[in-house]
Each structure stands twice: as structure tokens, then as C-alpha cells.
């Protein structure tokens, strides 16, 4: 099936109860497969600068090289899949973007992002992330996150210091160990996982999961399944409804149907003989 057909992508994004203004951005195309969230973070309006240019220079870039190769080729330079290689590659433009802008323009200083990357192709998808907006999915009844939030808080549950429930009522929640734009250089944690229809992807900033139990987005997820539209303003209601004490972003993504990338008849002998 083509990856546009086989893919529901909806997205929604609000500035919360409390902010004046909204520094997430997100954006996603269904026609190769790509979905974008960054939560910026700055003074005055740097953050929603830094937010922007990451997600500018990820759909262009990514966009761009796809027009004419596969994802699933070889990224020469790299040896990697084409997709991996895209992600990986393209936080760090945009690190340098952000960086280079903070250097030379004393209004955004110091600004930085956090951002959260899918690129779905042959039945799976690559992810992306730098700092805590997160991707979590839905399969059947099975509900979690599926990235691992770059943060104090995180290393202090790595490190048995506090447990998960001491977490939920900390005040450390938003203190990121990782940023896009904030040093010469950051690494991006990239990590492919298998597809399967009926999966329904979630990525969100920390507006959502900070106002909102893992196990309330779930239960809204699983009983909203069947309009995407409506499950992802239902998320952002409930944060609102909650306090939204910040810019809420979600998007949404559920597979339909199974994206194998076409391959020659080498490509399957090969293949075949591997398996």
C-alpha cells in the first residue's frame, strides 16, 4: 500500500490556560511518511524561533533528499539506512541553525528546543529525540511511551534516587539534560521499531504528559481510536481542563495498512536468502 494510503495523520496544537503565547511547532506529511514536534524553550519569543527553525529544517531537508531515493538505501557518507541517517543528520542542521542564530542575535541566547521525530517507511518507523516530548503507541491494548525523556527527572528514576510515582509530584519535571540548540553539538537518540496496522502513534510535548496520566491519554486513545481528529483536541481539552499550564501539542498516527518499500527482485533474493 503507498505510505500516503496506509497512514491517518491528524495534528493539533494550543497555547494552553496559562501562556500568552505558543512555542511548540509541529508538522507532519503523510506522502513520505514524516512527523515532526519540537517544544521550544527561551526567553521573549525565542523558544517558538528555536521550535520553528527545528521543524523547518527537518521537513525540508527530509522532504527534499527523499524526492529521488528510498529511505531504506545506503546513506553513503554514514552506511546507514537513508532513513536513520536523515534523522540523525538533519537534528543536528537544525542544532547548528539554532546555535549559529543564538550566537549572533543577542534576543535569542540561550534558546534552545526539544524536538521528537517520526519517519515511517517499510513498515516501521525511525525516532528521533532530543530532551522530553515524547512518542508513545497504542497497539491493541498495550499503551506506553516509547522514547525516554532526556532529564533530571529521568536520571534520578535511572538512578532508583526517586521512584516513578515520587516523579509525577516533582518540581524538577521540566529541567531537560539535552537540547536542540543550546551547544555546538547534540546527539540524537535514534531507535527503529516495528510497525503493525492498527498501531496508533502519539507524539506530544510535555504540555500533554505533564498535565495528563499516561494511563487517562490511553484510556481517551483507545476509546477515541476511530476519529483521530477528535481524540487529538480531546487530549489537548483534558490538559486544558487540567490546569494546561503549557503550550499542548499532539499529533497522532495510525496505521491502516502494511508500507513494505518496493524492492528489485535482487533486493528479494537477497533478503530471502538472509532470512
Same mark, same amino acid.
Given at each position: 500500500?503507498d505510505?500516503e494510503?496506509? +497512514?491517518?495523520?491528524?495534528?493539533?496544537t494550543?497555547?494552553?490556560m496559562?501562556?500568552?503565547?505558543?512555542?511548540?511547532?509541529?508538522s507532519y506529511?503523510?506522502?513520505?511518511?514524516?512527523?515532526?514536534l519540537?517544544?521550544?524553550?527561551?526567553g521573549y519569543?525565542?523558544?517558538?524561533?528555536a521550535?520553528?527553525?527545528?521543524v523547518?529544517?527537518?521537513?525540508?531537508?527530509?522532504?527534499?533528499?527523499?524526492q529521488?531515493v528510498?529511505?531504506?538505501?545506503?546513506?553513503e557518507?554514514t552506511?546507514?539506512?537513508?532513513?536513520?541517517?536523515?534523522?540523525?543528520?538533519?537534528?543536528q542542521k537544525?542544532?547548528?541553525?539554532?546555535?549559529?542564530? *543564538?550566537?549572533?542575535?543577542?534576543?535569542?541566547?540561550?534558546?534552545?528546543?526539544?524536538?521528537?521525530?517520526?519517519?515511517?517507511?517499510? $513498515?516501521?518507523v525511525?525516532?528521533?529525540?532530543?530532551?522530553?516530548?515524547?512518542?508513545?503507541r +497504542?497497539r491493541?491494548?498495550?499503551?506506553?511511551?516509547?522514547?525516554?525523556d532526556h532529564?533530571?527527572?529521568?536520571?534520578q528514576?535511572?538512578?532508583?534516587?526517586?521512584?516513578?510515582e515520587? *516523579?509525577r509530584l516533582? =518540581? $524538577? =519535571?521540566?529541567?531537560v539534560t539535552?537540547?536542540?540548540?543550546?551547544?555546538?553539538e547534540?546527539?540524537?537518540?535514534v531507535?527503529?521499531?516495528?510497525?503493525q496496522?492498527?498501531d496508533i502513534?502519539?507524539?506530544?510535548?510535555?504540555?500533554?504528559?505533564d498535565?495528563?496520566?499516561?494511563?487517562?491519554?490511553?484510556?481517551?486513545?483507545q476509546?477515541l481510536?476511530?476519529? +483521530?481528529?477528535l481524540? *487529538?483536541?480531546q487530549?489537548?481539552?483534558?490538559?486544558n481542563?487540567?490546569?494546561?499550564?503549557d $503550550?499542548?501539542?499532539?499529533?497522532?498516527?495510525?496505521v =491502516?495498512?502494511?508500507?513494505?518499500?518496493?524492492?528489485?527482485w535482487?533486493? =528479494?533474493? +537477497?533478503l530471502?536468502?538472509? $532470512?
Amino acid at each position: 500500500m503507498d505510505i500516503e494510503q496506509a +497512514l491517518e495523520i491528524v495534528g493539533e496544537t494550543n497555547p494552553g490556560m496559562v501562556r500568552s503565547h505558543n512555542e511548540d511547532s509541529v508538522s507532519y506529511d503523510a506522502a513520505c511518511g514524516l512527523v515532526v514536534l519540537a517544544d521550544g524553550m527561551g526567553g521573549y519569543n525565542a523558544g517558538e524561533v528555536a521550535s520553528g527553525i527545528t521543524v523547518s529544517v527537518m521537513t525540508t531537508e527530509i522532504k527534499h533528499r527523499l524526492q529521488n531515493v528510498s529511505p531504506i538505501s545506503r546513506d553513503e557518507a554514514t552506511g546507514e539506512e537513508l532513513g536513520v541517517a536523515l534523522l540523525r543528520e538533519n537534528v543536528q542542521k537544525a542544532n547548528a541553525s539554532i546555535y549559529n542564530a *543564538a550566537q549572533s542575535q543577542p534576543q535569542y541566547a540561550g534558546m534552545g528546543t526539544t524536538v521528537v521525530a517520526g519517519l515511517f517507511y517499510d $513498515n516501521r518507523v525511525v525516532v528521533a529525540h532530543v530532551g522530553d516530548s515524547r512518542l508513545y503507541r +497504542l497497539r491493541g491494548d498495550e499503551f506506553g511511551p516509547i522514547t525516554r525523556d532526556h532529564s533530571l527527572l529521568q536520571e534520578q528514576i535511572d538512578s532508583g534516587m526517586i521512584t516513578p510515582e515520587d *516523579a509525577r509530584l516533582s =518540581k $524538577n =519535571k521540566n529541567l531537560v539534560t539535552r537540547a536542540v540548540g543550546v551547544e555546538p553539538e547534540v546527539a540524537a537518540e535514534v531507535h527503529v521499531h516495528g510497525v503493525q496496522v492498527g498501531d496508533i502513534y502519539l507524539l506530544c510535548s510535555d504540555g500533554l504528559n505533564d498535565m495528563v496520566e499516561d494511563e487517562d491519554i490511553g484510556s481517551t486513545l483507545q476509546m477515541l481510536q476511530a476519529n +483521530l481528529p477528535l481524540a *487529538a483536541s480531546q487530549l489537548i481539552q483534558i490538559a486544558n481542563d487540567n490546569g494546561g499550564r503549557d $503550550n499542548v501539542s499532539v499529533i497522532l498516527v495510525k496505521v =491502516k495498512g502494511e508500507f513494505a518499500a518496493p524492492r528489485s527482485w535482487l533486493a =528479494k533474493l +537477497l533478503l530471502w536468502f538472509k $532470512n
